[in-house]
């Protein structure tokens, strides 16, 4: 069972313990450890929920223990290790934490996982070095809502158990399977042996997302913040899909363009 008496149990922001939790900021610490920060009553609250046997060591403030009272529920009921410490304990370990944090492994999913025969995957999205940890979540986040069944990241792409980037999915990362540093070109030819049609993302696309076949099922490839896809990646796809802009803005960010293009897809799959 977890253990929460009511009081604290954690007071010392110089203590070892939370000097180890801080220290998970680092990529070279999470590499090291297998471990990585979850923090926020949100992302804490899924993780707990969805993932359990994912999470380690779940840290609130007494405060924050009575505001969320479904996170130690549901940790108690996961017989999880909950720790109540002073405030200045979690100011410690992370300024992001709202009051609440966890220390979770990262789940081993893989390219094969999610393109196996018996998974019968119809939505995915691939990211190719994508290097900012807010898009990077949004896009899980967004892939997550339109129902997708699992998100790639490309060698190169940020580390998806960045701080930031586990805060951008707000949960999500913790709801669907998120495989990284994947080969890009065998995640393309093993979703087409699959059934699965290729589509990049890209303004300079020749087929309209509006003229789109999107009821396929489809692995959907998106490029870089800055560059966008490169030559390789687009030959990479059955066709090149850009989404048409009506007012004047002169483009869409990644996350927005991403969020447009796996709902186009979901609503049109589940239309047919």
Sequence with gaps: ?????????????????????????????????????????????????????????????VAAAQRYPEITDDATTAGLYTHL????????????????????RPTAATAEDLLAADRQSRLL??????????????????????????????????DVHNPKVVRSTAGSLFHLPVATDVDLAEVAHAARDRGLQVLAADGGGTTDLYQADLARPTLWVFGNEAHGLGTAERELADA?????????????????????????SARAQRAG
């Design 1 to 61: 069972m977890a253990r929460v008496s009511g009081e604290v149990t954690m007071a010392n922001p110089r203590a070892d313990r939370v000097r180890g939790v801080a220290a998970l900021t680092r990529a070279s610490v999470r590499a090291r450890r297998g471990q990585f920060l979850v923090e926020g009553p949100q992302a804490v609250r899924e993780a707990v929920r969805f993932a359990p046997e994912t999470v380690r060591d779940v840290y609130l403030t």
């Design 85 to 104: 410490c002073s405030p200045d304990v979690l100011v410690a370990m992370s300024q992001d934490a709202q009051g609440v944090l966890a220390v979770a």
């Design 125 to 158: 999205a691939a990211l190719s070095q994508v290097r900012d940890p807010g898009n990077a979540g949004t896009v899980v986040r967004a892939a997550d809502a339109a129902g997708a069944d699992g998100v790639l990241l490309s060698a190169g792409s940020v």
């Design 240 to 264: 090149v899909v850009r989404i048409p802009i009506h007012g004047r803005a002169e483009s869409l960010n990644l996350a927005m363009a991403a969020t447009v293009c796996l709902y186009s």
